[in-house]
């Protein structure tokens, strides 16, 4: 099972990525678009992978949801295992306090 191999991939993720010669598997064209109306979050996302270009959209319990799904039904076309990764834990870092809140 995946979660047994990897416990933090935000780390290893990290890791190859300050690797010189690191090529990503894929890159988003764009912005991801996020619609959360408080009942039923979409998220839409345009990617490339493998010279193949992907426009996806997706439904979630939530905004992370909502992402993780899109990504994972975008992604699995090209890489089957992406179908048996699960989502168990997130953190969120908001750089600037006042762009994601009304707040001033």
């Known amino acids: 099972m995946v979660e ?6 935000t780390k290893i993720l990290n890791l190859l990525r300050s690797m010189s010669g ?6 988003i064209i764009g912005n991801y678009r996020l619609i959360d ?3 039923r979050p ?11 270009e992907m426009h996806e959209a997706d439904t ?5 949801d909502a992402l993780a799904k899109v990504l994972k039904k975008s992604l ?6 992406v179908d048996q990764i ?3 834990d997130f953190s969120s870092k908001i750089f600037d306090p ?4 009304a707040a001033g």
Do not use: Q, S
Not at 4 to 9: L, Q, V, Y
Not at 76 to 81: G, H, L, N, S, V
């Open 86 to 88: 699960k989502l168990i």
């Open 60 to 64: 979630g319990v939530g905004p992370v």
């Open 98 to 101: 006042g762009a994601g809140t």
């Open 42 to 52: 979409e998220a839409t996302i345009m990617l490339r992978a493998n010279e193949r």
């Open 22 to 27: 690191y090529k990503p598997h894929f890159e």
């Open 76 to 81: 699995k076309t090209i890489f089957p295992e």
């Open 4 to 9: 047994g191999k990897i416990k933090d991939a």
């Open 37 to 39: 109306d408080g009942v």
